[in-house]
């Protein structure tokens, strides 16, 4: 069993800042690819921002200069800060990660709950 609990969402207004938590926990081997993304109320779920195990990091062009997604291996926890918060930011928000639970086994991508993130004064 692998679970995937996000935290840190919530309701902050139009230029402020806030940090989501992603840790990946239970059954894990190894972990590669690792991202974020969202869904607003009426649209696609679309991808804000990814990264690999080696660092490498994929932005949405909407959320570039103003979003960081950063991991720590060790704990399988993603991050993403995100500054500059606009209205249009307002979703919610679901962490990935691809992960391999035995050696034998191939990688699988397990999702979130998903956490609000509301961007309003």
């Known amino acids: 069993q692998v679970q995937l609990v996000e935290s ?3 309701l902050v207004q139009p230029g402020g800042s806030v940090r ?9 081997f190894s972990t590669n690819d690792m991202g974020w993304y969202r869904q607003a109320p009426g649209k696609q779920r679309e991808l804000v921002a990814a990264i690999t195990s080696d660092g490498v990091t994929n932005y949405a062009d909407s959320v570039k200069g103003r979003f960081t997604i950063s991991r720590d291996n060790a704990k399988n926890t993603v991050y993403l800060q995100m500054n500059s918060l606009k209205p249009e930011d307002t979703a919610v928000y679901y962490c990935n990660a691809n992960i391999k639970r035995s050696a034998l086994s191939a990688y699988f991508k397990y999702w979130g709950q998903g956490t609000q993130v509301t961007v309003s004064s």
Not at 20 to 28: D, E, K, Q, Y
Request: one cysteine or more.
């Open 8 to 10: 840190g969402g919530g």
């Open 20 to 28: 989501l938590s992603c840790a990946a926990s239970g059954s894990i």
